[in-house]
Each structure stands twice: as structure tokens, then as C-alpha cells.
Nanobody, 116 residues
Framework: QVQLVESGGGLVQPGGSLRLSCLASGSISSINTMGWYRQAPGKQRELVATITSGSTNYADSVKDRFTISRDNAKNTVYLQMNSLKPEDTAVYYC???????????WGQGTQVTVSS
């Protein structure tokens, strides 16, 4: 089992920045990929960014604005969000994926609201 706890969400004005953190505990050595997803009201959950052994992947909508990183010593994954837009408003979920056997772990989510 893997437990994920997100933090760092909040209210920010357009153009502002936030950094989300995801602390992982449990059977961390079994995890292959960590990532962030988001879900806006009335919409499906969507990929924001993932990191696998240092290789990163981003949704087109956040490229050049968001940066995902991982601190293995702290068992923490970060999402640095800059130049935030109102359309970035959503609940952001941390994800940990194990490939064999395949399984997804999810955090409880943290609300990000971008509004003036």
C-alpha cells in the first residue's frame, strides 16, 4: 500500500504562483511513476504532469508554466505552478503508479482556485 498526502493548494490571483507537495509513504519502492492530475467542476480528471526516473511529461496546457520534480530523500513530489490562469482552477490530485502488478494510488486532492 502507498499513502499520498497533498498540500499547498489555495486561492491565488491570475499570474500568480503556487507549489503543491505530495508526501508518499508505505511501499514506495514499488512505485514507477508519480504524477499530478486535476479535475475541474463538470469535467473529467485530466493529466497535468508525470515524472518517471527523472523523465517528465506535461499536458500541453501547462507546458512552460508548470514544473514537476521529485525529492527521493523526502519521498515528496512537487508541482511548481507559475503564471496561473483561471482555467487552472481545479482539485489537484497526486498519483502514484505501479506497473507490475498495475495499480494507481491517489491522494485526497487539494483545491487550487485562480481568481481575482
Amino acid at each position: 500500500q502507498v499513502q499520498l498526502v497533498e498540500s499547498g493548494g489555495g486561492l491565488v490571483q491570475p499570474g500568480g504562483s503556487l507549489r503543491l507537495s505530495c508526501l508518499a509513504s508505505g511501499s514506495i519502492s514499488s512505485i514507477n511513476t508519480m504524477g499530478w492530475y486535476r479535475q475541474a467542476p463538470g469535467k473529467q480528471r485530466e493529466l497535468v504532469a508525470t515524472i518517471t526516473s527523472g523523465s517528465t511529461n506535461y499536458a500541453d496546457s501547462v507546458k512552460d508554466r508548470f514544473t514537476i520534480s521529485r525529492d527521493n530523500a523526502k519521498n515528496t513530489v512537487y508541482l511548481q505552478m507559475n503564471s496561473l490562469k483561471p482555467e487552472d482552477t481545479a482539485v489537484y490530485y497526486c498519483n502514484a503508479r505501479r506497473y507490475s502488478p498495475y495499480y494507481n494510488y491517489w491522494g485526497q486532492g487539494t483545491q487550487v482556485t485562480v481568481s481575482s
